[in-house]
């Protein structure tokens, strides 16, 4: 794992003359996923790479992955590539972790991790930079989600959520993406895809684009739009050609003008995969979704991939990692993280 940079974020405080000592610094890690990946003690494991890496059929698991993630990515790119074979794509790991006091205090907790797409035309030899973001994990997502949401509505019939909710995440992720560093090594940014919602409806719309494929509009946004919309993102779903159900593109900039077509096919052919391993119910369905769509994890028909994934595992580590967000970062450092989110303006 290589270092590629570390700056403080330099938030100064509305109510004095100088910036609070204990500034932010984030730290940026890149780690190639490939078949022989192992994750650091010092990963989340609910992230979907670390969790195919476990277990003794780890390397093939991370083969067919892979493999699958290339085929289907020169599928959509079939322009000019008559033997399907003309692109390759790899994979980095970007751990981000954020140190608050002199001590490096949390540099031991990875705030956020996504994946970055890099491909290679194999008949120019040109390396094209893909998309940022894919895949994407956060300690305090886990903490917002699994440790106070579920305490919050531990004796109430219907979930509702605490004030402020998702504040603190929100204003983290965005004093990264708006940093210097960020800025300095990333052109665009991060797109971050997700499975629909199973408890909502999708309605298929007559706007067609040539990569991401047909747009869907939802009947009401989720609890998860508005947890993403306080990171400056917002939300489209696209069903790209040859899939068979929609899935959210949560962007901060114009998803349909600012990204290359092959950016755009990186990130499709990336997140597709790991949604037929870890949602085969709705992605791997042996049915496409039709013009008015409901998602269900219930539904029978549909077929498996050549990848093993424990979900029962990946729900119980997100609680465990909540906790451990809860105690490493949220508890002792209370005041110190009010204190910056309430002086906070993007």
């Known amino acids: 794992m290589k270092t590629v940079v570390q700056e403080d974020s330099g938030i100064k405080n509305k109510n004095t003359q100088h910036a609070i000592k204990n500034d932010f610094a984030f730290t940026l890690k890149s780690t190639c996923l490939d078949e022989n990946y192992h994750p650091s003690s010092k990963t989340r494991l609910t992230t979907n790479f670390a969790n195919l890496a476990r277990g003794a059929n780890r390397q093939q698991n991370l083969r067919n992955a892979l493999n699958m993630i290339?085929?289907?990515?020169?599928?959509?790119?079939?322009?000019?590539?008559?033997?399907?074979?003309?692109?390759?794509?790899?994979?980095?790991?970007?751990?981000?972790?954020?140190?608050?006091?002199?001590?490096?205090?949390?540099?031991?907790?990875?705030?956020?991790?996504?994946?970055?797409?890099?491909?290679?035309?194999?008949?120019?030899?040109?390396?094209?930079?893909?998309?940022?973001?894919?895949?994407?994990?956060?300690?305090?997502?886990?903490?917002?989600?699994?440790?106070?949401?579920?305490?919050?509505?531990?004796?109430?019939?219907?979930?509702?959520?605490?004030?402020?909710?998702?504040?603190?995440?929100?204003?983290?992720?965005?004093?990264?993406?708006?940093?210097?560093?960020?800025?300095?090594?990333?052109?665009?940014?991060?797109?971050?895809?997700?499975?629909?919602?199973?408890?909502?409806?999708?309605?298929?719309?007559?706007?067609?684009?040539?990569?991401?494929?047909?747009?869907?509009?939802?009947?009401?946004?989720?609890?998860?739009?508005?947890?993403?919309?306080k990171m400056g993102l917002k939300v489209r779903f696209f069903m790209p050609p040859n899939s068979v159900a929609p899935m959210a593109f949560y962007h901060s900039g114009d998803l349909l003008n600012d990204y290359t077509d092959l950016g755009l096919i990186s990130s499709i052919s990336t997140m597709e995969t790991f949604q037929k391993i870890y949602r085969p119910e709705i992605y791997n369905a042996n049915s496409v979704a039709g013009k008015i769509y409901q998602p269900s994890l219930k539904h029978e028909d549909y077929s498996l991939t050549r990848v093993e994934y424990d979900r029962e595992e990946r729900s119980r580590l997100a609680v465990e990692q909540g906790k451990y967000a809860e105690e490493h970062f949220i508890k002792p450092y209370k005041n110190i993280l009010e204190n910056w989110s309430a002086n906070f303006n993007l």
Do not use: W
């Open 70 to 229: 290339n085929n289907r990515f020169n599928s959509l790119a079939h322009l000019d590539n008559p033997k399907g074979d003309r692109y390759h794509v790899t994979l980095e790991i970007l751990t981000v972790t954020m140190s608050i006091d002199d001590k490096g205090g949390t540099n031991d907790l990875p705030m956020i991790e996504v994946l970055k797409t890099n491909i290679f035309d194999r008949k120019t030899g040109q390396q094209i930079e893909g998309v940022a973001g894919n895949n994407y994990s956060s300690y305090v997502r886990d903490y917002d989600f699994s440790i106070l949401l579920t305490d919050y509505n531990k004796d109430k019939s219907s979930i509702s959520v605490p004030e402020n909710y998702g504040d603190l995440h929100g204003k983290l992720y965005k004093c990264f993406v708006n940093s210097t560093t960020y800025k300095e090594h990333f052109k665009k940014s991060p797109i971050i895809c997700l499975s629909v919602s199973s408890n909502k409806t999708y309605t298929r719309t007559e706007y067609q684009h040539p990569v991401l494929g047909y747009e869907y509009q939802q009947d009401h946004y989720s609890l998860t739009d508005e947890y993403f919309f």
